[in-house]
C-alpha cells in the first residue's frame, strides 16, 4: 500500500494526476483497504482520486459502506450525488444515437418514462434503434411516442438479447458462466457443434448489438459491454443447468490452462467450487490451496484466508493428514500477516500437534520458529519448549528456533536466567555456522529481553 502510494504521490510531482475508480460497488475488500490508505495519504499532493458507485447496491454490511465512513472523515473527502440525465441532455443523446435532431415529444417520452437514470436512456434507446424505430421517417412523421420502460433493466436487456439468434444467445450463455471476460480460446473449447469461424460469426451478431466487446490488448479477448447483460443470462439458468455448466467449464478450463494451472489456480477454483456436487472436494482443495499459495507470494492476505479457508471446509470430516498441516500452515502465515493472533495461535497449534505425532521434526521446527510478535510467543510458550525439545532428539539445527524460544522465556518468565542460557546457545549456533542474519536477530531480541527485565544498561 505504502509503495503504490508513495508511486503515485511521486508522479504527481511532475503532473496533476486524477485516477478514477469506476464501479467501486463491486470491489473487494483489499482494493477498499488501499483505497482509505491512499485517502489518508494524498493531502498536499497534486493527486485527485475520484470513486464512482450505485447507491442502490449499498446496505450496512457492504464492504464500501465501511469504507465511505473512513474516508469521509478525511477534511479532502467530498460526496457528490449524481442526479439524472436533464432534459437537455437525453434529447443530445438521442441526437448521437440516431444521427437525427429528436422531436421534443419523443425525448420528453424518454425522459419521462426513465427519470434520466443513464442506463435505462442507454438501454432505451438503442432498443428503440435496433428495433428501426429511429429513422428519418420515424421522427419526423410521429407525433406521440408511447415508451414503455420495464419494472426493472434486467427486461430491457432482455428484450435486446432476444433479438439476437438462438445460436448466439446460447454462445452467450456459456461465455456468462466463464465470466464477465472470456476468450475466443475458451468459447472454442466448450462449444463442440461450431468451428472456430462458425463461432466468430456468432460472436459477431453480439458484438453488432454491442452486448459483448472486444478488448483492446489482444485479439480474441471479450468482455460483457455491461455486468447486467452477464447477469440477465446467468439468472435465466436453472441451479442444475448452471451447475453442469461449471463443471463442464471447469474440466475445460484445467486442459486449457495445463501448463499455467498455478497463474489460473484462482479463477478454476471459482468453477470447480460451484460444481463440487459433481467433482468433488479434490480438485477444489488442490486449486484453493494453489490459489491461496499464490495470493500468499502476492501479499494478498485476505485472499489467501479465503482461499485456504475454503480448503479447510471441504476437508472438514477427514482426519488430519500432512496435507491438512500444510493448509493450517500456510493459514496461520496470512493469518499473522494480517495480525490475527488468536487465530494465527489456534492454526499453529493444530498443525504443530500434527508434526509432533507422526515426528515431523523439520515442519515441526519451521512452523514456530518464526514466531515474532510479543503476544504470539506468549501463546506459543507451552508449544515451544515443546519443538525444542523435539529438535535436541532429532540433533536439528535450531538457532531460530532457539532465539524465538529465548524470547518467548524472558518475556514470560522472571527467570531471566533461562531465557539468557537459550539466547547464548543461540548465538553460539550463529556464530558456529557464520550466520549474521540469525545473530543480529538474536542480539536483538536478547536487547528487547533484558528492556523488558528494566536492565537498560
Request: hydrophobic share 40%; proline share 2%.
Given at each position: ?10 508522479a ?29 495519504e ?5 493527486l ?31 460526496r ?35 427519470e434520466g ?11 428503440l ?41 446460447e ?23 461450431l ?9 459477431e ?18 468482455q ?37 494451472l ?19 472436494p ?38 488430519m ?36 505425532t507422526?515426528g ?98
Amino acid at each position: 500500500f505504502d509503495s503504490i502510494t508513495t508511486f503515485l504521490k511521486t508522479a504527481s510531482h511532475r503532473n496533476p494526476i486524477v485516477l478514477v475508480l469506476d464501479d467501486l460497488h463491486w470491489s473487494d475488500r483489499p482494493s477498499l483497504m488501499l483505497l482509505q490508505f491512499i485517502a489518508r495519504e494524498i493531502s498536499g499532493s497534486r493527486l485527485l482520486l475520484i470513486g464512482t458507485y450505485r447507491d442502490v447496491e449499498l446496505n450496512r454490511q457492504h464492504p464500501l459502506a465501511e469504507t465511505l465512513g473512513e474516508v469521509s472523515r478525511e477534511r479532502l473527502f467530498e460526496r457528490v450525488v449524481l442526479r439524472g440525465l436533464t432534459f437537455g441532455d437525453v434529447t443530445r443523446f438521442i441526437q448521437v444515437t440516431s444521427g437525427f435532431e429528436p422531436p421534443q415529444s419523443l425525448a420528453r417520452a424518454v425522459h419521462s418514462q426513465t427519470e434520466g437514470n443513464p442506463l435505462f436512456v442507454t438501454e432505451v434507446v438503442r432498443l428503440l434503434a435496433q428495433e428501426g424505430e429511429l429513422t428519418a421517417q420515424n421522427i419526423q412523421e410521429r407525433e406521440s411516442w408511447e415508451i414503455r420502460v420495464p419494472e426493472g433493466v434486467r427486461e430491457v436487456l432482455g428484450r435486446r438479447l432476444n433479438r439476437l439468434s438462438q445460436r448466439c444467445n446460447e454462445t452467450l450463455t456459456i461465455a456468462s458462466v466463464v465470466g464477465r471476460e472470456f476468450t475466443l480460446g475458451q468459447l472454442d473449447n466448450l462449444i463442440d457443434d461450431l468451428n472456430q469461424d462458425m463461432l466468430l460469426d456468432v460472436l459477431e451478431e453480439g458484438l453488432a448489438a454491442r452486448v459483448i466487446e472486444e478488448l483492446p490488448t489482444m485479439a480474441g479477448f471479450y468482455q460483457f459491454t455491461h455486468a447486467l447483460i452477464q447477469e440477465t443470462l446467468i439468472d435465466e439458468l436453472s441451479l442444475t443447468r448452471r451447475v453442469r455448466l461449471h463443471a463442464r467449464i471447469a474440466d475445460a478450463l484445467e486442459v486449457l490452462y495445463a501448463n499455467e494451472l498455478e497463474s489460473r489456480a484462482a479463477e478454476l477454483v471459482h468453477h470447480f467450487a460451484q460444481a463440487e456436487t459433481i467433482h468433488g472436494p479434490e480438485k477444489l482443495i488442490r486449486y484453493s490451496i494453489m490459489a491461496g499459495n499464490t495470493a500468499l507470494e502476492n501479499y494478498a492476505y485476505e485472499e489467501s484466508l479465503t482461499h485456504f479457508g475454503r480448503a479447510l471446509d471441504s476437508k472438514e470430516g477427514q482426519d488430519m493428514d500432512g496435507e491438512t498441516a500444510a493448509i493450517l500452515r500456510n493459514l496461520a502465515r496470512a493469518q499473522a500477516s494480517l495480525f490475527l493472533e488468536s487465530e494465527t495461535v489456534e492454526s499453529v497449534t493444530r498443525a504443530f500437534e500434527y508434526y509432533e505425532t507422526v515426528g515431523d521434526v523439520a515442519n515441526a521446527v519451521t512452523l514456530v520458529e518464526n514466531a515474532h510478535s510479543v503476544w504470539e510467543v506468549r501463546q506459543l510458550a507451552g508449544i515451544l519448549g515443546r519443538a525444542v525439545n523435539l529438535a535436541r532428539t532429532a540433533s536439528y539445527p535450531a538457532g531460530r528456533l532457539l532465539s524465538t524460544y529465548g524470547f518467548s522465556l524472558g518475556i514470560t518468565s522472571t527467570d531471566l536466567g533461562t531465557a539468557e542460557k537459550v539466547l547464548q546457545s543461540a548465538l553460539d549456533i550463529s556464530r558456529a555456522e557464520n550466520d549474521i542474519a540469525l545473530e543480529m536477530r538474536t542480539l536483538a531480541i536478547w536487547g528487547h529481553v533484558d528492556g523488558f527485565h528494566i536492565k537498560w544498561r
